[in-house]
């Protein structure tokens, strides 16, 4: 998505004391454009890696919509500041440009600036600072104190925080709503409900394959399991595309039980074709939810994958598709 807009028109940074008593350093830089303003914060903090987030400004004093993007490394923002400037999180700017809500995303710690050769969604190409830091634990820590710094601005109304969750997202955004009983509404497209191991598993038992297939799969797969176990932290070995020390702290951890854990609405919208994460998953997610007794919403979209949208459409279409499926999130928002 492109970004048709005017270049950087200034970069500051505010020293305020010290880290103990004034909290951490912060760099704004701004990208006012012709359909929005949007600024992007740096927090440098002694000892830590720099937290990054962008942030748009609303015609008013506005609710709070943070997108937490799927896995990978691919930067939610790619060339600010240039004439090639590209959003890689679907309807980020066109909700930022109706000026009616403050919209956010944070870089994950030490992802490149530009999108890595490999594609998104894998982190081989990622590179090795990327990958020594990346965790469930240590990305969650850098969206609390981004989302933590944000509802201070004055362009936010922190009473209504909206985050959505997409893919590797979901949990995220869970997580950060138990974390942070600010979040009032999360939006989970594509989301899991146990661990992600589940997931797995999942996928082998709905493959169109023979009972003698489906098994050998699954000892395949309690033998990759048993490898990322006995060396949970390590960053030099892959499986399924990411480090071992990802997997194990995203296995240790379920959408579900961080949900329990907090107070706010939920929205579920997955494609029942979802090969990456069946939707199997999160009928288990939807199921406990409701058997709380929570508010809780979830679309169901026949015949289409992981990308909510049928494959073979053209890219008008399939922008037409996805953006009906964003404005419903926001119409559910709406009707709090």
Not at 27 to 33: A, H, I, K, L, N
Not at 65 to 79: A, E, H, K, T, W
Not at 160 to 175: D, F
Not at 242 to 257: C, E, M, V
Request: glycine share 8%; hydrophobic share 40%; aromatic share 8%.
């Amino acid at each position: 998505m492109r970004i048709t807009s005017s270049p950087i028109l200034l970069a500051a940074v505010l020293a305020c004391g010290s880290a103990h008593a004034a909290g951490p350093r912060v760099q704004e830089e701004r990208f006012d454009t012709p359909r929005l303003q949007l600024a992007r914060l740096t927090l440098h903090e002694d000892g830590r890696a720099p937290v990054r987030y962008y942030l748009s400004k609303p015609a008013q004093r506005a609710p709070l919509v943070l997108y937490i993007q799927g896995s990978g490394c691919l930067p939610p923002f790619s060339g600010l500041g240039t004439d090639n400037r590209s959003s890689t999180i679907y309807s980020w700017v066109q909700l930022a440009a109706q000026g009616r809500y403050a919209v956010m995303s944070v870089d994950k710690p030490y992802q490149p600036d530009a999108p890595p050769p490999e594609g998104k969604g894998v982190a081989n190409g990622c590179g090795a600072a990327f990958n020594d830091h990346f965790s469930f634990n240590t990305w969650l820590a850098t969206l609390e104190t981004a989302l933590r710094h944000a509802l201070g601005r004055p362009e936010v109304d922190a009473r209504r925080v909206l985050v959505i969750g997409l893919s590797e997202g979901a949990p995220m955004a869970a997580a950060l709503a138990r974390a942070m009983p600010a979040v009032t509404d999360v939006a989970l497209v594509g989301a899991n409900g146990p661990s992600q191991l589940f997931d797995f598993a999942a996928g082998i038992h709905r493959a169109d394959a023979s009972d003698d297939d489906k098994l050998e799969r699954l000892q395949e797969l309690d033998a990759q399991y048993a490898a990322i176990a006995a060396d949970p932290r390590s960053t030099s070995k892959f499986m399924w595309g990411h480090t071992y020390l990802r997997w194990s702290s995203f296995f240790a951890h379920s959408t579900a039980a961080e949900l329990a854990r907090s107070r706010a609405r939920v929205y579920l919208v997955s494609g029942m074709r979802d090969e990456a994460v069946p939707i199997l998953s999160t009928e288990a997610l939807y199921a406990q939810l409701r058997t709380q007794g929570r508010d809780v919403t979830f679309r169901r979209i026949p015949d289409v994958g992981h990308g909510l949208v049928e494959e073979g459409l053209s890219m008008e279409e399939t922008g037409q598709r996805l953006q009906r499926e964003y404005d419903a999130i926001m119409a559910w928002f709406e009707r709090r």
